[in-house]
């Protein structure tokens, strides 16, 4: 059975930096591409950050490129994303997702991904 765990969220100021986690399981975390997700209420999810197996490409939306970095520990089964310069348009729930035997086409886009974790809040204030 596949699980996604998410940690690490809560409250910061605007200015911040926060760093998520997220543990995996019940499948082979080092062959599947990984990724971030957020939704903020009433707005679509949102595609954060991917990465491939290996660790070696790297994808940010404009949005985030500069202040987040997505990295991953195959030896402990864990995706991190490290998020600097928080602004208050970050403030979302933020999911982990797992592309497991198959490839991400857009890397970006929520359907590409079969796996979900439950979310967690990051809440960032003026």
């Known amino acids: 059975q596949v699980q996604l765990v998410e940690s690490g969220g809560g409250s910061v100021q605007a200015g911040g930096s926060l760093r998520l986690s997220c543990a995996a399981s019940g499948y082979t975390y080092s062959s599947a591409y990984m990724a971030w997700f957020r939704q903020a209420p009433g707005k679509e999810r949102e595609g954060v950050a991917a990465?491939?197996?290996?660790?070696?490409?790297?994808y940010y939306a404009d949005s985030v490129k500069g202040r987040f970095t997505i990295s991953r520990d195959n030896t402990k089964n864990t995706l991190y994303l490290q998020m600097n310069s928080l602004k208050p348009m970050d403030t979302a729930m933020y999911y982990c997702?797992?592309?497991?035997?198959?490839?991400?086409?857009?890397?970006?886009?929520?359907?590409?991904?079969?796996?979900w974790g439950q979310g967690i809040q990051v809440t960032v204030s003026s």
């Open positions: 997702a797992a592309a497991q035997g198959r490839f991400p086409w857009t890397f970006l886009r929520p359907l590409d991904y079969n796996y």
């Open positions: 990465i491939t197996p290996g660790g070696g490409s790297t």
